[in-house]
């Protein structure tokens, strides 16, 4: 099991700015990624980054105004949220795996093996 470790939520207007940050405590990760589920909903995955960095993903109500990074050498991840609108407001969760298959795609929930506490973002 992987050790994910988050911080960066908190609140904001709309229009304003927050960036999260993920900690993983093992390496060999394949990907790593950022869900979030506001009240009543479904988690939902938000952006994803694959080992190197060099691959992300997006799910389109985010494009152009989130930016997910991975440290290069490091088990870090960030997204930088920019633009944010009430919408955003939810529990955000840091999550990773090792495997991944073509089935489900990126954005499923089953994809990924380890997840985070979880850090809310309020935005008003």
């Known amino acids: 099991h992987v050790q994910l470790v988050e911080s960066g939520g908190g609140s904001a207007q709309a229009g304003g700015s927050l960036r999260l940050s993920c900690y993983a405590s093992k390496d060999a990760l394949m990907y790593m990624a950022w869900f979030r589920q506001a009240p009543g909903q479904k988690r939902e995955a938000v952006a994803a980054v694959s080992t190197g960095g060099s691959s992300t993903m997006y799910v389109d109500s985010v494009k152009g105004r989130f930016t997910i990074s991975r440290e290069s050498g490091r088990n870090t991840v960030h997204l930088q949220m920019d633009s944010l609108i009430p919408e955003d407001t939810a529990m955000f969760y840091c999550?990773?795996?090792?495997?991944?298959?073509?089935?489900?795609?990126?954005?499923?929930?089953?994809?990924?093996?380890?997840w985070g506490r979880g850090t809310q973002v309020t935005v008003s």
């Open positions: 999550a990773a795996t090792r495997t991944y298959d073509d089935i489900g795609g990126w954005e499923a929930e089953y994809q990924y093996t380890d």
